[in-house]
């Protein structure tokens, strides 16, 4: 049995709503599903139900994002206590932070000349946690780009004109929050982050594993990661970081697996049994 552990939906800035997820998952032969959507456990539930009604098992997963000067570290946070009340708090501080920063980046849109809308940005995120990607999406609906690539590029993208930073946390205190709420915190695709210094210290702070695979990631950089899991008695994760099939991201469900005793572990880690 095999499980993808890192899979988002349309409750952040995915483009598969969470059960269309679990359908694909079922028809793959996936026995297990991480929904680890951005700053959100929106998804979760619907998923949770889809997974009941189609024989997948979907672990509530969620990922955060952190800053480490200038890098952008992720971390993945599994089985979170999904009632856990400091814990939606600090998700709600930080969805407010993503909301006024969509607000900020249409603001310039419009100074550069595109009649841009937040309402619509806000109507394509729906229940999500609004993102960048659903400001790509007005712009493409707008007319303004060719594609959602483009809309990256030209004007969304770092250091693009209409970039706008938002709040991160430190990954310190990204593994705090996710253990607080009875998480098992994991370093998300190590190898895209390029800081691989900070794992001994975050290791000691709490972190308790490394996404080892990861589309992004090939043999050769696996293998380095499950060397520093050994190294570190950290638990070597994987999954496909799928965002749908229709996401600038074309990573594939099922593209990265783990086997399903990795799930066993991370039950272990967050004291399921």
Request: some cysteine; proline content about 3%; aromatic content about 6%.
């Amino acid at each position: 049995m095999i499980a993808d552990l890192h899979v988002h939906t349309t409750a952040s800035d995915g483009s598969d709503a969470p059960e269309t997820v679990v359908v694909k998952a079922a028809a793959l032969g996936l026995a297990a599903l991480a929904i680890a959507d951005h700053d959100t456990l929106e998804g979760v539930e619907e998923a949770i139900l889809a997974g009941a009604r189609h024989g997948v098992e979907v672990l509530p997963a969620i990922e955060l994002g952190s800053q480490l000067g200038d890098r952008e570290v992720h971390m993945l946070g599994y089985l979170v206590d999904t009632g856990h009340k400091e814990f939606l708090d600090r998700l709600s501080f930080f969805r407010d932070s993503r909301l006024k920063r969509a607000f900020r980046m249409v603001e310039k849109l419009q100074r550069l000349g595109i009649d841009l809308k937040l309402e619509r940005v806000l109507e394509i995120a729906g229940q999500g946690s609004v993102g960048r990607p659903h400001i790509a999406r007005a712009l493409l609906e707008a007319g303004a780009v060719e594609s959602m690539g483009q809309a990256f590029e030209k004007y969304i993208g770092n250091g693009k004109p209409a970039f706008e930073p938002r709040y991160k946390c430190s990954p310190s205190e990204a593994v705090r929050i996710i253990r607080s709420a009875g998480g098992v915190a994991v370093f998300a695709h190590p190898g895209m982050a390029g800081c691989d210094q900070i794992i001994p210290s975050l290791a000691k702070e709490g972190l308790q594993g490394l996404e080892v695979y990861h589309p992004a990631h090939d043999s050769a950089v696996s293998e380095h990661y499950a060397r520093i899991c050994r190294q570190w008695g950290l638990l070597a994760t994987g999954g496909s970081d799928y965002h749908g099939s229709s996401h600038r991201e074309h990573n594939m469900l099922g593209e990265a697996t783990v086997d399903y005793n990795v799930v066993l572990e991370l039950k272990k880690l967050a004291g399921r049994f």
